[in-house]
C-alpha cells in the first residue's frame, strides 16, 4: 500500500530545475512530518528534506542546501520539493515520506518514517 503519491520526475540536464510533488492518501499532512528520501543505483536511500507537521521546521542534507526547496500547500494537502540548479548526481528515485511520531523533531533517517510512496525518477543527464 502506498501511502503517498508523488509526482513531477523526469529527465533534465544539468543546472535544470524540477518540482516534485508528493500528496498523501487518506490522511492529512497536520498529522505527519513528512521528508524527501532519494536512492540512486548502487546506493542506499538518502535523506534529502523534512518539513515538521507545522511546517515550522526545516531540514536539508547539506549536499542540496540553497539549491532544494521543500514547502507544503495545506488547502492542496500536498508538499513540494523545488530543485534548481540539479547536478548529475541529484539521479535517482525520489520518494516521499511520513513520520506518525509528530513530536519527533523532523529527520532524515529512513528507519524513523512509517508511510512511504512508490517513488518518481529524477534523472540529470546532458
Known amino acids: 500500500q502506498s501511502h503517498f503519491v508523488e509526482s513531477g520526475g523526469g529527465l533534465v540536464q544539468p543546472g535544470e530545475s524540477l518540482r516534485l510533488s508528493c500528496a498523501p492518501s487518506?490522511?492529512?499532512?497536520?498529522?505527519?512530518?513528512v521528508a524527501w528520501f532519494r536512492q540512486a543505483p548502487g546506493k542506499e536511500r538518502e535523506g534529502v528534506s523534512c518539513?515538521?507537521?507545522?511546517?515550522?521546521?526545516?531540514k536539508y542534507v547539506d549536499s542540496v542546501k540553497g539549491r532544494f526547496t521543500i514547502s507544503r500547500d495545506v488547502a492542496k494537502n500536498t508538499v513540494y520539493l523545488q530543485m534548481a540548479s540539479l547536478k548529475p548526481e541529484d539521479t535517482g528515485i525520489y520518494y516521499c515520506?511520513?513520520?506518525?511520531?509528530?513530536?519527533?523533531?523532523?529527520?532524515?533517517?529512513?528507519?524513523?518514517?512509517?508511510?512511504w510512496g512508490q517513488g518518481t525518477q529524477v534523472t540529470v543527464s546532458s
Open positions: 518539513i515538521k507537521h507545522t511546517g515550522r521546521s526545516i
Open positions: 487518506g490522511f492529512t499532512l497536520d498529522a505527519v512530518n
Open positions: 515520506a511520513g513520520d506518525t511520531q509528530t513530536y519527533m523533531p523532523c529527520g532524515l533517517s529512513a528507519e524513523t518514517f512509517n508511510r
